[in-house]
């Protein structure tokens, strides 16, 4: 729950539990970021996707800035023959800078190859401005 300047509380993430106890998150959800909070500069950053019953997550998490600002689709590989989440991502992704907030909007724009390192070309967007920052070259 979040209390908005009017005292007024609002859902903003959340999901469900598997049914036998074992807090398995299954199901759509909407998670914070771990830096989220609420002063003017704040990281209010949600990740949105699913969790299969397994407890993994699959397919596409998209990133959202202000519940409004769509900057990401992103996916996670899973092995569902081993039945366990590969953390490695592949192909194009969109990535929140560290500092990332309300005043300092960076993303890194590129590409993971099938080992999951970053591969080719990754562009430096600031958001504000929608203009490019920089690029770095990735090679393996």
Known sequence: MYCNDEKEYKLIGGGSYDQEGNQKKIGKWVELDEGFNDDFASKQVTYNGEYNLNGMKVERWDTLFNKK???????LVVDNMMKKEIKKKIGKWVELDKKFGEIYKITLNGEYNMKGQ????????????????GERNYHY
Do not use: D, H, P
């Open 69 to 75: 600002q769509r900057i990401n689709i992103n996916k």
């Open 118 to 133: 970053k591969q080719g070309k990754w562009v430096i967007i600031y958001m504000n401005k929608n203009e490019i920052k």
